[in-house]
């Protein structure tokens, strides 16, 4: 498989997501945390039934395979699996908490930071080797980070919790690649909702009835949660995670143009320069990809 595939599949999995808004603003009636619960669920009910029904074979030879597995890769498995699950929700659990009651801004800016935690936790843990041009790059984002959270010190602190869950949900799936990608993101998004469904009761509001919210919610479910995250875990199989990380800034480029272009909301010229300096950074950290005819292969296996 070409490498250039699987910065595809990252590339495809953070554009899509940039266009998140679009899904969301028709639903600005409803609570966050609604949309959180239904969006978990329904995607739970769907990525079931297609494992049931059309995937019972990819299943079972997981299932022999695991149980083939030594003790020590069993629970390597369940550890990356179930804790990159658990990584999941607590970031989609402070990420409603920070845009609600916190702000728009600190939850963007998690996602801007998002990127320079990945790499370094990568560098950290897994032993990925950086080019001095891909520190380069980091540094570049670093900057732009900071130009963006002047005067806003307070939503560093928030965006830095919601930025290192999600980041240690990267760097976790990069070693989980034992099992099929649909299957473990299957079982994730089971364990998410487990965890979810004791604060359901207390904390949901009225069965929603118009068919705005289901039409929306199915969007959501669809595009904006199975098919990117399926693809995100895909990517990881074959490029390390911190090129998947960096990925994360097309992300809330994205969105910032289509604050800028769609909704007509005021940008300043700070913001402006920021958001090119991030540009610059993920053209210069992947720039072996970008600008070479003969992209080098990445090992797609990890020792566990």
């Known amino acids: ?169 990267l760097v976790s799936q990069r070693k989980n690649s034992e099992l099929d990608k649909f299957l473990v993101l299957t079982i994730q998004l089971v364990f998410t909702a487990i965890i979810l469904l004791p604060f359901y009761p207390k904390h949901s509001g009225a069965l929603p009835t118009e068919s705005l919210f289901y039409s929306c919610l199915l969007i959501i479910v669809v595009f904006f949660t199975i098919i990117p995250l399926f693809l995100n875990l895909y990517a990881l199989k074959g490029i390390n995670s911190s090129a998947v990380g960096i990925m994360i800034y097309i992300n809330p480029i994205i969105g910032f143009m289509l604050a800028l272009f769609y909704f007509h909301e005021k940008v300043s010229t700070l913001q402006l320069f920021s958001y090119f300096l991030i540009i610059i950074s993920i053209i210069v950290f992947n720039k072996k990809i970008i600008f070479s005819k003969k992209a080098k292969i990445v090992p797609a296996e990890i020792v566990i």
């Open 1 to 169: 498989m070409r490498p250039n595939n699987y910065y595809l599949a990252a590339f495809s999995a953070f554009f899509i997501w940039g266009f998140f808004s679009l899904a969301l603003k028709p639903l600005h009636n409803y609570s966050s945390l609604d949309i959180l619960f239904y969006r978990v669920f329904f995607s739970v009910a769907l990525m079931v039934i297609i494992n049931v029904i059309f995937r019972r074979n990819v299943m079972l030879q997981n299932w022999n395979y695991f149980k083939a597995m030594t003790p020590k890769q069993k629970r390597s498995v369940i550890v990356l699996t179930l804790g990159g699950g658990l990584f999941l929700s607590s970031n989609w659990f402070v990420f409603i908490y920070v845009m609600n009651h916190i702000s728009v801004k600190a939850a963007s800016l998690a996602y801007l930071i998002c990127p320079i935690l990945t790499t370094i936790l990568a560098f950290v843990l897994l032993k990925e080797q950086l080019s001095k041009w891909q520190w380069f790059a980091v540094s570049i984002g670093a900057f732009s980070c900071v130009l963006l959270s002047l005067n806003h010190f307070e939503d560093i602190f928030y965006s830095l919790i919601t930025a290192a869950t999600y980041a240690m949900y």
